[in-house]
């Protein structure tokens, strides 16, 4: 099973780095360019989302599980795998449910550094993944210099997952809170279409 994990895995690497530059893209402009490239957003990460599970489930099979959860470093892929995929649906959700209202205000930011987060994270769990067939690479030494060795466990403290916690129920709250205050989506976006035509017609003539 491992050339068929090879290969599928090159999918959602590929959609995935793709969807990070049509945010970046459209969080910059308000172009035609940019409004395009977001219109395919949505499938764009759809298509990615189901070509990792795909990739996921198939690199069950490359090694025994006992194999696989023996070992640091094929733990360590493995938990970097399950938080890519579910931080890449997440992304997902949030620009399918909240439609263009995303790119709104500070929130276009927000965007941005999601992507961001979600392409390191693609980039760590394909270099753990590298390393388990023995294809070297930089990103190892660059995760040892900031203080994490591949070939040994991740654990995250009880603190850190405490602040995890609150900091997950706290931004849950002010989902619900924010959720009960907007506008509905069709408003919203219409909202949104009517600032972004004022902005492309310039200021109203003097009379």
């Given at each position: 099973?491992?050339?068929?994990?090879?290969?599928l895995?090159?999918f959602p690497?590929?959609?995935?780095?793709t969807a990070?530059?049509?945010?970046l893209?459209?969080a910059?402009?308000?172009?035609?360019?940019a409004r395009?490239?977001d219109q395919?957003l949505?499938p764009?990460?759809?298509?990615?989302l189901?070509a990792?599970?795909?990739?996921y489930?198939v690199?069950?099979f490359v090694?025994?599980?006992?194999?696989?959860?023996?070992?640091?470093?094929?733990?360590?892929h493995?938990l970097?795998?399950?938080w890519?995929?579910?931080?890449?649906?997440?992304?997902?959700?949030t620009?399918?449910?909240?439609?263009e209202?995303?790119?709104?205000?500070?929130?276009?930011?927000?965007?941005?550094?999601?992507a961001?987060?979600?392409s390191?994270?693609l980039?760590?769990?394909?270099t753990l993944g590298?390393?388990?067939?023995g294809?070297?690479?930089?990103v190892?030494?660059a995760l040892?210099?900031l203080?994490w060795?591949?070939?040994?466990?991740f654990?995250?403290?009880?603190?850190t997952?405490?602040?995890i916690?609150i900091?997950?129920?706290?931004?849950?709250?002010?989902?619900?809170w924010?959720?009960?205050?907007a506008?509905?989506?069709?408003?919203?976006?219409?909202a949104?279409?009517?600032?972004t035509?004022?902005r492309s017609?310039?200021?109203e003539?003097?009379i």
């Open positions: 099973m491992a050339p068929y994990h090879v290969v895995v090159h690497i590929a959609l995935f780095m990070t530059l049509a945010i893209l459209r910059v402009s308000e172009g035609p360019l395009v490239t395919a949505v764009l990460l759809a298509v990615g189901i990792g599970v795909a990739a489930v690199g069950l090694w025994p599980w006992e194999a696989l959860s023996s070992t640091p470093l094929g733990r360590n493995m970097l795998a399950t890519t995929l579910a931080y890449w649906a997440l992304v997902l959700a620009r399918w449910l909240q439609g209202a995303v790119w709104e205000g500070i929130t276009r930011w927000v965007m941005a550094g999601l961001i987060l979600g390191i994270l980039g760590i769990t394909g590298g390393h388990l067939v294809i070297y690479t930089d190892a030494a040892r210099f203080g060795e591949v070939y040994t466990t654990y995250v403290p009880t603190a997952l405490a602040v916690g900091a997950a129920i706290v931004l849950i709250g002010l989902g619900v924010g959720a009960r205050h506008l509905p989506p069709v408003a919203a976006q219409a949104a279409r009517a600032r035509e004022r017609r310039g200021p003539p003097a």
